[in-house]
């Protein structure tokens, strides 16, 4: 049971450039989410999933881009990459009861040049 | 837009001092969570309070939910090096169903031998 796996853990960019993150869990959870964490900045959510084929923006969505074909996976594309989108990303999912919390993975650090 | 402040951001103590850190909102949240985050890993969820008033204790933590269940107060006694950290306090929307959390900015704790 590993839990909640993003891949990569480390990438640099360069400005313009694109690419996916990806997010992988193995504990049947509907929800899903994708936050960002810049330093002295806590977490702020770029977009969240209530379930296969269901997504919606959170508080940051402006540069991304995500989807859900399955319950397991919640990958989130840059498409254009900015100076501005530095920073270490980190998907959580839950249950959808109440009072539950949230698990995190790892994280992916994203450095854009 | 719900927004928690957190206090202090920075806080540095020898072993064995006491601590308190604070969680405050104008907003009602459904419940409130506390995490701790280490470097270069995701926050982990240490406990969740939901009914006004209420307190909890792990350990040498104590966890309080204020009456009206906008701020919410974690207090360390006798700190250990272990204990070093970021910790995290996160609102749950009182509406809706999609258990979204409203994250402060942390507090950055360093426990000193």
């Known amino acids: 049971n590993a839990g909640v796996t993003q891949t990569p853990k480390f990438r640099i960019l360069k400005i313009g450039q694109s690419m996916t993150l990806q997010c992988t869990q193995d504990m049947n959870h509907n929800y899903m989410y994708w936050y960002r964490q810049d330093p002295g900045m806590g977490l702020k959510l770029i977009y969240y999933s209530v379930g296969a084929g269901i997504t919606d923006k959170g508080e940051v969505p402006n540069g991304y881009n995500v989807s859900r074909s399955t319950t397991e996976d919640f990958p989130l594309r840059l498409e254009l990459a900015a100076p501005s989108q530095t920073s270490v990303y980190f998907c959580?999912?839950?249950?959808?009861?109440?009072?539950?919390?949230?698990?995190f993975g790892p994280g992916t650090r994203l450095l854009v040049l | 837009t719900q927004l928690l402040e957190q206090s202090p951001q920075f806080l540095s103590i020898q072993e064995g001092e006491n601590l308190t850190v604070y969680c405050n909102s104008s907003s009602v949240f459904s419940s409130l969570q506390w995490y701790r985050q280490e470097p270069g890993e995701g926050p982990v969820l240490l406990v969740t309070v939901v009914t006004g008033g209420e307190v909890k204790k792990l350990k040498r933590l104590t966890f309080q939910f204020g009456d009206a269940r906008k701020d919410s107060s974690l207090h360390i006694t006798a700190a250990q090096p272990g204990d070093t950290g970021l910790y995290l306090c996160a609102g749950e929307d009182s509406g809706g169903s999609n258990y979204k959390l409203t994250f402060g900015k942390g507090t950055l704790l360093t426990v000193n031998p």
């Open positions: 959580a999912t839950r249950t959808s009861r109440g009072q539950e919390t949230q698990y």
